[in-house]
C-alpha cells in the first residue's frame, strides 16, 4: 500500500548548523514529491518539489535528494536559522498535474538552538 | 491574493451537534482538497474536488461526514452528528490546473466535547 514515512519525529540542530530531514516512501509508481514546512498554528507551506526524473534540486538555503532506487527522500537546510524550527512534511503522488492525491508523511519536528 | 480562507478559526461544540466548516480556494484554483490533522493520524485527505466536482471521497471516514462544493469559490464539510474523536485541525487546500502544489488554509481547531 502507499506508505510514506520519516525516520526521526524530532530533530535538534544548532544554529548555524546544517539540517537534513529524512524521509522514505514504498509507492515505486511515485513520481513527484515535495517537502512542506508547518509552523505552530498555521497550515502545511511549500518549500521545494522534485520530480523522479531528477536526483538533485536547490532552492534558497534547501536542497532536496532522490534516490529511487532506495526510495528515500532527504531535505536539507543550509545554515540552520531559529525561523526553520517547525514540523517537516514529505508528500508524493503521481503525476505533476493535480490528476491525484497528495499523500503526507508523518512529518519531522525540527528545533533550532540559538 | 488572501490565500485559502477558512472559517471558523476554532469551533467548539458539543457531541451530537452538527459541524459545518468552510473553505474559500484560490480564485482560479481547480482542484480543491479537504484535509484532517491529528497527532496519532497525521495529515489526512478526506475528500478532493476537481472542477467543483467530487474525485475521491475514499477517505471520508464515515457517512456522518459530507462535502460539497457548489462553486468554484466555496466548499464545505459538514460532520453530523459530530463525535469526540472527530476533534482535530481540519485543513482546507487548493491547487491549479498544471501543479500539485497545494496552497493550505490556516485549518479549522475542532473541539467536540
Known amino acids: 500500500g502507499e506508505n510514506v514515512g520519516l525516520h526521526l519525529p524530532t530533530l535538534s540542530v544548532q544554529e548555524g548548523d546544517n539540517s537534513i530531514i529524512n524521509c522514505a516512501y514504498s509507492?515505486?509508481?511515485?513520481?513527484?514529491f515535495i517537502w512542506y514546512k508547518q509552523e505552530s498554528g498555521k497550515g502545511p507551506q511549500f518549500i521545494i518539489d522534485?520530480?523522479?526524473?531528477?536526483d538533485k534540486r536547490q532552492g534558497q538555503r534547501v536542497t532536496v535528494l532522490l534516490n529511487k532506487t532506495v526510495k528515500h527522500l532527504s531535505l536539507q537546510i543550509a545554515a540552520t536559522q531559529p525561523g526553520d524550527s517547525a514540523v517537516y512534511f514529505c508528500?508524493?503522488?503521481?503525476?505533476?498535474?493535480?490528476?491525484?492525491?497528495?499523500?503526507f508523511g508523518q512529518g519531522t519536528t525540527l528545533q533550532v538552538k540559538p | 491574493d488572501a490565500g485559502v480562507i477558512q472559517s471558523p478559526r476554532h469551533e467548539v461544540t458539543e457531541m451530537g451537534q452538527e459541524v459545518t466548516l468552510r473553505c474559500k480556494p484560490i480564485?482560479?484554483?481547480?482542484?480543491l482538497f479537504w484535509y484532517r490533522q491529528t497527532m496519532m493520524r497525521g495529515l489526512e485527505l478526506l475528500i478532493y474536488?476537481?472542477?467543483?466536482?467530487?474525485?475521491?471521497d475514499s477517505g471520508m471516514p464515515e457517512d456522518r461526514f459530507s462535502a460539497k462544493m457548489p462553486n468554484a469559490s466555496f466548499s464545505t464539510l459538514k460532520i453530523q452528528p459530530s463525535e469526540p474523536r472527530d476533534s482535530a485541525v481540519y485543513f482546507c487546500?487548493?491547487?491549479?490546473?498544471?501543479?500539485?502544489?497545494?496552497?493550505f488554509g490556516s485549518g479549522t481547531r475542532l473541539t467536540v466535547v
Open positions: 474536488f476537481n472542477n467543483n466536482v467530487p474525485i475521491d
Open positions: 487546500a487548493s491547487s491549479p490546473r498544471d501543479r500539485v502544489v497545494y496552497t
Open positions: 480564485s482560479g484554483h481547480n482542484s
Open positions: 522534485i520530480r523522479s526524473n531528477m
Open positions: 509507492n515505486s509508481a511515485s513520481d513527484y
Open positions: 508528500a508524493e503522488t503521481r503525476g505533476s498535474s493535480n490528476t491525484g492525491k497528495l499523500i
